[in-house]
Each structure stands twice: as structure tokens, then as C-alpha cells.
């Protein structure tokens, strides 16, 4: 009868924390019920040390540049403007 006892508490010490475990913390079931919305296209980002730079693929179609970009853009490279004070030069060659 002894034995029986010790086995018997000895199966409800190895079966309660397992039911203890399962039954304690339930799943959040709202986080799962929520339907999901159409996803928008997200721009694949690179980084490096230096820059980081944003994929082109969710842009739309380019527009053609003007004949006052393109004379504007061979100025610049004309004077090797590169970076900000290309960008510069270009805003103001554009506004001329």
C-alpha cells in the first residue's frame, strides 16, 4: 500500500507542472485574430559604413528630365561638383 501511495504522488509531482506549464500563460488570442491588411511595398534599405541607400524599386515611373536638367547636370560635371554643392549648383542653375 506504501508503494502504491509513493508511485501515486509521485505521478501527480511529475504530471502537475506540466499541466502547470501548459494552462498558465495562454496565448494572446487577439494578436492572432487580427486579419492582415494589405502590406504596401517597404523599401529595401543597404547600409554600409559610409551611406545607406534605398532600393528604387518602389518608386514609381521616372519622369524624363528637362533639357535645362541635362545642360545643368553637364555644367556640373564640367566643374567636378559632386555631393552638396552640386546639389546646390543644380537648384540654382535650374531656377536661372
Do not use: N, W, Y
Not at 501511495?5 to 502537475?16: C, F, G, N, Q, R
Amino acid at each position: 500500500m506504501l508503494k502504491s501511495l509513493i508511485s501515486t504522488a509521485a505521478a501527480l509531482l511529475l504530471v502537475t507542472p506540466v499541466m502547470a506549464q501548459t494552462t498558465a500563460h495562454p496565448a494572446a488570442p487577439a494578436a492572432a485574430a487580427k486579419p492582415a491588411a494589405a502590406a504596401k511595398p517597404v523599401a529595401a534599405t543597404v547600409t554600409t559604413k559610409k551611406t545607406v541607400k534605398v532600393a528604387a524599386t518602389t518608386r514609381g515611373p521616372a519622369k524624363p528630365r528637362t533639357e535645362k536638367s541635362l545642360a545643368c547636370s553637364k555644367d556640373a560635371d564640367a566643374k567636378k561638383l559632386h555631393g552638396k554643392p552640386r546639389e546646390a549648383f543644380m537648384r540654382t542653375c535650374k531656377k536661372v
